[in-house]
């Protein structure tokens, strides 16, 4: 097998999750895996007493990561929360512009703001004014906040952005409905993040969308520590062919984040 990119890595803790993966964490969790690079984000929940500011300190220390470990993290994606209403405006230019991350990250149900909102527009609006950037969007179907049809509308509002569904195979209702929208957003792209294991679900999505759509994702560091990413597995072991392992693995990656 060729190298392999996980695209769903987070860095920092959350406390409502009781989990945490600083960068020696994550990198050990990595090599446990045989993964050789990454993409990186804030931890879904990340602590943020400070409001804004501590947004601004998370989004530096993933500017500092990326500078020191340009070897096994690729590009990384910040946060401008929409609960900070317009204030996030000006961290949404800091981040694409003088820490030249590659994009914008968001789990809604964190943040309690649904994808739909008049300032998720705002914030997107803005990030489009720079070059082939990244909008990475959890998705969940059970949500309020953060359904996939809600990606949709934002995917169709602004044609020309990339944006990535993170986690769309938790279960077959999502599956079919990430799927649903693939069809009509050449624009969406998806991870493997939190795969449900039963009904051959790689195989039916590189059946219906094709290959060229799919990036590994882990999730890391939530699951455990032992070595073990079900998502990868799920990767391996489908009957796909060995061309469209290596694109899932690792070239939707490079050309989806221009690297």
Do not use: W
């Amino acid at each position: 097998m060729g190298k392999i990119i996980d695209c769903h890595v987070h860095v920092g803790s959350s406390s409502s999750l009781h989990v945490s993966g600083n960068e020696d964490t994550v990198i050990k969790i990595m090599n446990d895996n045989g993964v050789d690079h990454a993409i990186i984000f804030p931890m879904a929940g990340f602590e943020d007493p400070d409001g804004i500011q501590s947004t601004i300190v998370m989004n530096n220390r993933l500017a500092d990561t990326l500078k020191k470990y340009p070897d096994r993290f690729l590009t990384g994606l910040g946060a401008a929360e929409p609960r900070h209403g317009k204030a996030s405006l000006a961290e949404v230019d800091r981040v694409l512009g003088e820490l030249k991350l590659k994009g914008l990250m968001f789990h809604n149900d964190f943040g309690g703001v649904p994808i739909d909102a008049p300032i998720m527009y705002e914030i997107v609006e803005r990030a489009s004014q720079y070059p082939d950037i990244v909008i990475m969007l959890h998705t969940a179907q059970h949500s309020l906040l953060e359904p996939p049809f809600m990606v949709t509308a934002l995917a169709r509002r602004f044609p020309t952005v990339k944006f990535l569904n993170a986690h769309p195979m938790m279960n077959p209702t999502q599956l079919g409905a990430c799927i649903d929208q693939a069809q009509s957003c050449s624009n969406i792209y998806f991870d493997t993040t939190i795969s449900y294991a039963h009904e051959f679900l790689i195989e039916k999505f590189v059946k219906e969308i094709g290959p060229d759509r799919l990036m590994y994702g882990s999730n890391c560091p939530y699951y455990h520590y032992s070595g073990y990413s079900l998502d990868k597995e799920l990767i391996e072991v489908a009957d796909i062919s060995e061309a469209d392992r290596r694109k899932i693995f690792y070239e939707n990656a490079i050309r989806f984040y221009n690297l």
